[in-house]
């Protein structure tokens, strides 16, 4: 059974900094791309940033592009987002996902329907 636990969100002033962690279980970690998605009140839920297992490439949406940083750790089934310069827009709940490798992490970021295991989700609030 695929399992994805986040952690790390908090609440952080603006131009503060966090890191997310998903941990993964229950599957190929090598095998499957990962994804960072929001989700704002009275929002849809929104790709962040996306990274191939294939060959490692990334994705950010625009944005988050230049502030937002995500990575992989292979030997911990572990995929970070850190997050730096925060904005209040930053707010919502942060999910990770997974899929078998989708090869394009731009397309792959581009809806939440192209992933089929979700984590919990894990709260990030920014205050002005």
């Known amino acids: 059974e695929v399992q994805l636990v986040e952690s790390g969100g908090g609440l952080v002033q603006a131009g503060g900094s966090l890191r997310l962690s998903c941990a993964a279980s229950g599957f190929t970690f090598d095998d499957y791309d990962i994804g960072w998605f929001r989700q704002a009140p009275g929002k849809e839920r929104e790709g962040v940033s996306c990274i191939s297992s294939s060959d490692g490439s990334t994705y950010y949406s625009d944005s988050v592009k230049g502030r937002f940083t995500i990575s992989s750790d292979n030997a911990k089934n572990t995929v970070y987002l850190q997050m730096n310069s925060l904005k209040p827009e930053d707010t919502a709940v942060y999910y990770c996902?997974?899929?078998?490798?989708?090869?394009?992490?731009?397309?792959?970021?581009?809806?939440?329907?192209?992933?089929?295991?979700w984590g919990q989700g894990t709260q990030v609030t920014v205050s002005s």
């Open positions: 996902a997974a899929t078998p490798q989708f090869a394009n992490p731009k397309r792959l970021c581009s809806t939440y329907s192209n992933f089929g295991s």
